[in-house]
């Protein structure tokens, strides 16, 4: 496991990175590091940072975290501060977040476990719950299309091969990653569909974060829907959870924080306008209204570590799915609901 600072450079796929509540953009962006109170208006919540206290430049205050052997050195260790903006006036820095540079934080019991529609407003939730208004059954359509046709004319589709999606596909969602003997490693739906397609029907790998991957990923998830996460007991898996749980409670990025600290620690209080869900992937694929369209769980982690100023993953990376195996253990015994809904 790597400390991750930001990268510099453009968002890793389009539109990505962008319009995160952590994530200052415009002028924002450019405000100084300078540790001052900054009162002018502010276009939208943020989080901002200042060095700590009794440092008068970015350097750790005491002890900064070092990985064995790396000839990087320290991390600066920043204070998280938070901004928020009240009818199109900034009401300046309300509070350090002392949240977010906790060490370890605590599991959430399994009977505590809530998923983040519970927190979300009614007519959000109302949205989820219709069919008819739930803009993710678009691409669960375009997946149910794209399961009956062939890629060829010699080659099976995706039906040819598990019959109808209701009765193969069930439950299998709820169990995925899942281990894939072949090349040793843990394996998230969508590289499983596109190992499918490489492997069983001759054709191409589908582009990831791309229409026609999220629709069958959608579509093979929604017979899931209402089942309990349920994953499987193999002790191949076992490390790469490890690996997950690490990533997880690691403190990363310029801004110091980890993943623990907001969904384990934090859990339904205010960040800006929004409330901290516990961040359990119980619907992915999913529409974000932010989005205006459906993403996957490694998209929504890769917006999450742009807003901390920690290096996103690449899509696909291993270490996306390491944490995705531990997020769905930590998620059990809540239920599927994909396509889900979300702000």
């Known amino acids: ?52 206290r009794l440092s008068p430049t970015l350097q750790a205050s005491g002890k900064g975290r070092r990985r064995p052997g790396d000839p990087s050195g320290e991390v600066p260790h920043l204070t998280p501060t938070l901004y928020v903006q009240e009818r199109g006036h900034a009401r300046g820095l309300l509070a350090s977040v002392a949240f977010a540079v906790s060490a370890v934080a605590a599991e959430i019991p399994p009977g505590e476990r809530r998923s983040g529609f519970d927190a979300m407003a009614p007519e959000t939730r109302a949205m989820q719950e219709d069919d008819t208004s739930n803009p993710g059954m678009l691409w669960v359509q375009d997946g149910a299309e794209l399961w009956a046709r062939a890629p060829s004319a010699d080659k099976p589709a995706c039906a040819g091969c598990h019959g109808a999606a209701e009765a193969g596909m069930r439950g299998v969602a709820a169990r995925y990653p899942a281990f894939d003997a072949r090349s040793a490693r843990p394996m998230d739906l969508q590289g499983r569909i596109n190992t499918c397609r490489r492997e069983h029907q001759g054709a191409e790998p589908l582009a990831l974060e791309g229409r026609d991957l999220l629709s069958l990923a959608a579509y093979v998830a929604n017979q899931s829907r209402g089942l309990a996460v349920a994953p499987p007991a193999d002790p191949r898996l076992d490390p790469a959870r490890a690996q997950g749980r690490a990533l997880f409670t690691a403190r ?12 384990d620690d934090n859990h339904g209080r205010r960040l800006g306008s929004a409330t901290i869900p516990q961040g359990h992937p119980t619907g992915y694929p999913l529409y974000r209204l932010e989005w205006q369209g459906l993403g996957s769980l490694g998209r929504r982690l890769r917006n999450c570590m742009t807003g901390m100023r920690a290096e996103p993953f690449a899509a696909g990376d291993p270490e996306a799915i390491a944490l995705e195996a531990y997020l769905m253990q930590r998620a059990a015994p809540l239920l599927i609901e994909t396509p889900a809904v979300r702000p």
Request: charged residues 25%; proline residues 12%.
């Open 252 to 263: 990363m990025g310029q801004l110091g924080l980890s993943c623990a600290a907001c969904h």
């Open 1 to 52: 496991m790597r400390l991750r600072l930001m990268r510099r450079g453009p968002p890793l796929l389009e539109g990505e990175g962008q319009g995160e509540v952590c994530a200052p953009s415009g002028e924002d962006a450019k405000r100084p590091n300078d540790g001052a109170v900054h009162r002018e208006p502010l276009p939208r919540p943020v989080i901002g940072w200042i060095p700590d």
